[in-house]
């Protein structure tokens, strides 16, 4: 289902009927700090998966280019963390009812999961030939 805004705000919902009217986005993921990048704080960012950490500069890149947000300035060279408040990010209130970013991943965490095991795994091996 494709929903379309019409110019009066009314939203439409149009059944696809075929593959081509699907989007369809393909990348690798290259060089991502989410605390340099956004000026999130490293303790939030600490707490994220490589999928969602993406999914909220997604979102936070998709709002700035919609004009609904202003970002906060990149961090000064060596400093971790801004000093600084979230005020850039929220958005104004006549647009908080009506604003929204869709996010779905079919392996949320699975890095997470990649990387539990892989210490599992290392401790198990290294206990073994100890």
Do not use: Y
Request: charged content about 20%; proline content about 7%.
């Amino acid at each position: 289902v494709q929903v379309v805004k019409q110019p009066c705000g009314v939203r439409e919902r149009r059944p696809l009927s075929k593959v081509e009217e699907v989007i369809r986005l393909a990348a690798r993921v290259g060089s991502f700090d989410l605390a340099a990048d956004f000026s999130i704080s490293e303790r939030i960012v600490e707490t994220l998966d490589t999928t969602f950490a993406l999914a909220v500069g997604a979102g936070l890149s998709a709002l700035e280019n919609a004009g609904l947000v202003t970002a906060p300035p990149p961090l000064p060279e060596g400093q971790l963390q801004a000093p600084r408040s979230a005020a850039g990010w929220k958005l104004q209130p006549e647009h908080r009812e009506e604003t929204g970013v869709i996010f779905a991943a079919s392996f949320p965490a699975l890095d997470s999961l990649v990387e539990e095991l892989s210490l599992f795994l290392a401790s198990k091996l290294e206990a073994a030939t100890a």
